[in-house]
């Protein structure tokens, strides 16, 4: 029987050939976004495996995909679940599979070391099947499941974010390094 979905081995493949093609992360990101959008319509595009938290209820991360210039992971988000202000250091674009998630954009501007005045840009309220970019002096995000359900999304980026020297902010603006040798894929 034909199978007219998009899969996930179709959206690697175009992502390979995307980054190939491409090295600015708008034109690399506007491509991805109506593929992502394509991706997540497929309810057969992200086993089960990949859709339940973590050990302890803990927020669930999966790699899918590792490639020297992108990566795709899931994201399992639990009620309650927040992720504080913070950067990528690439591009990235994310897609919702199941339920909602309230992503909060920051501008960032330092004042002092180890300190900025963060200033929110937009509050974005995103249902199944939305998609949200991160490019370069748009991509400091905090992520928030405010809902009662497990949120579950698929995020591309351009880097390996294992190890990646990035940041984080309290409300406050107090700076804090944020590295982490597992794969921290939000
Ligand atoms: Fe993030």
């Known amino acids: ?22 090295a600015s992360p708008h034109v690399i990101t506007e491509k991805v976004e109506p593929l992502l959008t394509r991706l997540i319509r497929n309810p057969e595009a992200l086993p089960a495996e990949y859709r339940k938290l973590g050990p302890g209820g803990k927020r669930g991360r999966y790699m899918l995909h590792r490639a020297p210039r992108f990566n795709v992971t899931s994201v399992v988000w639990a009620p309650g679940d927040t992720a504080g202000a913070h950067n990528h250091d690439t591009w990235g674009v994310i897609g919702v599979i199941e339920n909602r998630i309230e992503e909060t954009r920051y501008r960032v501007a330092p004042e002092r070391p180890e300190h900025a005045r963060l200033e929110i840009t937009r509050v974005m309220r995103h249902e199944p099947g939305a998609i949200s970019r991160l490019v370069p002096g748009d991509e400091v995000h905090r992520m928030h499941n405010r809902t009662s359900r ?23 603006g107090a700076e804090k390094r944020l590295v982490s040798s597992k794969y921290l894929n939000c």
Not at 4 to 22: C, G, K, S
């Open 150 to 172: 497990d949120t579950v999304e698929i995020h591309v980026y351009g880097k390996d974010l294992a190890g990646l020297e990035r940041k984080t902010w309290s409300e406050d």
């Open 1 to 22: 029987m034909a199978n007219n979905e998009y899969t996930l081995p179709d959206f690697i493949a175009d992502l390979d050939r995307i980054t190939r093609e491409e």
